[in-house]
């Protein structure tokens, strides 16, 4: 694990900028929808801590925050860029000692980071190890940041936060060959359900993000035609990645005593409804 404190010249750093900001993990940090994220909350004053695997995607991160930033010096809230693979706990316990030290206190953890796997696969032919990775990124590694970001919320003062995971429309309907992802995204709902209850008495909020076609890496492959229900190829519509990062904002500066329990946000013509 490596942690690199960025911050724009003049900015705020100390223990007294933590006392006045709300403070962010984003996972997956470094690209799509973890950036776009990332970056919205960063422009509403938030501090935020980027994680991801790749530490120079996240300092590109970090550096489109500071660019983006208007005002005068020291307007802009400081980014903590930290590597880690949040499928390793050793690593995602790393990161949150990092938050705690940087910042003192967390408000949100946004569990964003996931694969997709091999795409294109039928099932019988789906590696082990390939199912493995999916799993261990998208499932085990929700509940790794889950459970440090509750342990921290939950002993804070004042007490309390919110986890939003990312879900996706695969929690609700899969695409053909897409096993793993939607097995992972299924079970990320009853996680989501589980930490709600939990999370009650220690005003701890969780709630989930279905995403449809955001228009990010991920899903540039709709563009040119991808696998339908029917096996035909179909060019899919996407909509912006920054509608999705403006409706993490809403939900994440929601009061405790309210919570969006599941949001779904989609490219308006795409394939959904009637999908599966």
């Not at 930033?69 to 809230?77: F, Q």
């Not at 005593?257 to 394939?271: C, G, I, K, L, Y």
Request: aromatic share 4%; hydrophobic share 45%.
């Amino acid at each position: 694990m490596n942690a690199e404190r960025t911050a724009p010249s003049g900015a705020a750093t100390g223990p007294a900028h933590a006392e006045k900001a709300r403070t962010a993990v984003v996972t997956g940090a470094g690209s799509g929808i973890g950036r776009a994220v990332a970056l919205e909350l960063l422009r509403a004053g938030w501090s935020v801590a980027l994680a991801g695997r790749r530490e120079e995607t996240l300092r590109e991160t970090a550096a489109l925050a500071a660019a983006a930033a208007s005002g005068p010096p020291g307007a802009a809230a400081p980014a903590l860029c930290v590597r880690a693979d949040v499928a390793v706990p050793d690593d995602v316990a790393a990161l949150f000692a990092a938050v705690r030290d940087r910042f003192g206190r967390l408000d949100l953890l946004f569990n964003n980071a996931g694969t997709f796997g091999p795409g294109g696969v039928p099932f019988e032919e789906l590696p082990y190890d390939a199912w493995r990775h999916v799993v261990d990124t998208n499932l085990h590694g929700a509940f790794l940041c889950a459970q440090e970001a509750y342990r921290q919320m939950k002993e804070q003062d004042p007490r309390g936060g919110r986890i939003i995971n990312n879900g996706s429309v695969s929690a609700h309907v899969p695409r053909p060959h897409s096993v793993a992802y939607t097995a992972t995204k299924h079970a990320l709902t009853g996680l989501t359900k589980s930490l709600s209850l939990d999370g009650r008495p220690h005003r701890i909020a969780v709630s989930q993000i279905d995403i449809g076609n955001a228009a990010t890496d991920m899903t540039e492959r709709m563009r040119s035609g991808i696998l339908q229900a029917n096996g035909e190829l179909a060019v899919e519509p996407v909509m912006d990645v920054a509608d999705v990062a403006r409706t993490v904002r809403h939900m994440a500066e929601l009061p405790l005593e309210a919570n969006v329990q599941f949001a779904t946000v989609v490219a308006t013509a795409m394939p959904y409804i009637g999908r599966g």
